[in-house]
């Protein structure tokens, strides 16, 4: 069953406009590393599992939210990594309060936040 806190939703769209499409893929990608972190099945031509998901998780971060982060007047300069990952902790917590049943997303990014920082 799903729960969503459309006012909470509201509220994050408002605030990241820019943000809030590029935010979902970051959450799906957070949860599809943590469901394959420190799995070590291979797949045809690709590598291990584990590390392409959080490769894909970095990219996302790395390449849009980053920017996204700066076009909504969240971080000053997107290429800042602690005032990135402290914009994309505030973020996380506002979209928790609105979805939260990505429980392997928010524990994925609370672990990457804490090995980065």
Request: proline share 4%.
């Amino acid at each position: 069953m799903s729960v969503t806190n459309t006012a909470a939703a509201m509220i994050f769209a408002t605030l990241y406009p820019k943000t809030n499409e590029p935010f979902q893929r970051l959450i799906m990608a957070a949860a599809d590393a943590n469901n394959l972190k420190g799995k070590k099945q291979w797949v045809f031509f690709g590598g291990d599992r584990g590390e392409i998901a959080f490769r894909r998780f970095r990219n996302i971060l790395v390449n849009e939210i980053a920017f996204t982060f700066t076009e909504d007047g969240h971080v000053s300069d997107p290429a800042n990594p602690s005032e990135v990952m402290d914009a994309m902790m505030k973020a996380k917590r506002l979209f928790q309060d609105a979805y939260p049943n990505w429980h392997d997303a928010y524990a994925f990014i609370d672990w990457f936040y804490e090995k980065v920082n």
